[in-house]
């Protein structure tokens, strides 16, 4: 279909998933390669559509996106500026599943701080992406937040002319963890600057915003679980369309081959897995930010989901990875973690 672009594009989007570590250091230093609305990326896991949408990219300080471990060594994997800003993505997730439409995680929004958009540049792009893929606000029947950080809800809402916080998405429930939205509400000094109230506030006061405690599953085939670390109640999502695509090339039931590009066969599960991994350069288990809150938990929180996630293949959704936002993580013949294209 038009919307998705021409089959070079398409082309090109592959290219840029199968590319290695050393070519990722080259691209995230050439700017005008790091991310573009047009390198869409799209799989079809089962009989549900997968879509990647970005809000754009974000500087941010390497010291504080790879916590303890030394710049000697994810230099290797991340480049970083003369200010030692790396470069992160914001990537949303679009999930058709034939009867809604989803969107896991709304990116930064427009409604940062001048302070804040000093440190962040806010790229607000996500609507624009959303556009250029045919999808309108009010097209989303559902939207989920992992939690509450305002890289991650930011374009939950929007202010009106009138300058009135109001829902982006119109038609939307919204979805956040409870214990989340609780601790936001009185947050600890440290990461108090990562929330603004206006992103979840508004909604669940007016009911449009429903708050859960892990274990729910919102539609058939979209469940949450509490994945601990980053901080206490963050949540992964994850997708498991009811069946399983059947080969490459094949379209599922009901569908036709343009319709589902890029189905995989035998993978019918997908998570995203939001700042517990947030890009491909943190799959090992030890690899986690400086923002985390609990940085132990997050080592076993990795461990619990790899547990299910390697056996079982599923595709893993980096929330910040600029250039690769999905990949299977496997174990090498080394019992190294490695991230493998999935498309
Ligand atoms: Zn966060």
Redesign the pocket.
């Known amino acids: 279909m038009a919307r998705y672009g021409p089959g070079l594009q398409h082309d090109i989007a592959r290219a840029v998933v199968a590319c290695t570590i050393g070519l990722r250091v080259l691209v995230a230093s050439a700017k005008a390669f790091v991310w573009h609305t047009e390198l869409m990326h799209r799989i079809a896991v089962g009989d549900f559509e997968l879509s990647i949408f970005s809000d754009g990219t974000y500087p941010l300080d390497g010291g504080a996106f790879f916590g303890v471990v030394p710049k000697v060594m994810w230099s290797k994997k991340v480049a970083a500026d003369e200010r030692n800003y790396c470069t992160a993505g914001l990537n949303s997730l679009l999930i058709r599943t034939g009867r809604q439409t989803v969107l896991v995680e709304t990116g930064m929004g427009n409604k940062l701080s001048e302070r804040m958009r000093k440190f962040y540049s806010q790229p607000a792009q996500l609507l624009d992406n959303l556009a250029a893929g045919g999808v309108a606000p009010e097209d989303i029947d559902i939207v989920i937040n992992s939690?509450l950080?305002f890289?991650?809800c930011g374009w939950n809402t929007v202010r009106d002319r009138n300058g009135n916080i109001v829902p982006t998405f119109p038609r939307a429930k919204y979805y956040a963890p409870r214990g989340e939205w609780q601790y936001a509400r009185h947050p600890s000094e440290r990461d108090s600057i990562?929330f603004i109230s206006e992103n979840y506030d508004p909604l669940v006061e007016s009911g449009q915003m429903t708050l859960l405690d892990g274990g729910e599953e919102i539609v058939p085939g979209i469940s949450v679980r509490i994945f601990a670390g980053?901080?206490a109640h963050?949540m992964g999502i994850i997708v498991r369309s009811p069946s399983v695509a059947k080969a490459p090339g094949i379209a599922n039931s009901g569908g036709t081959a343009e319709a589902v590009p890029f189905p995989i066969a035998g993978i019918n599960t997908a998570c995203y897995i939001?700042?517990l991994i947030p890009t491909t350069a943190h799959i090992d288990v030890t690899w986690g930010m400086s923002?985390d809150l609990y940085p132990l938990q997050t080592i076993e929180s990795k461990k619990e989901y790899y547990a299910r996630a390697i056996p079982e293949k599923w595709i893993t959704v980096f929330t910040h990875d600029p250039t690769i936002p999905w990949a299977r993580v496997e174990k090498d013949d080394t019992g190294k973690m490695i991230a493998k294209e999935v498309a």
């Open positions: 939690h950080h890289d991650h990562s980053h901080t963050m939001s700042d923002f």
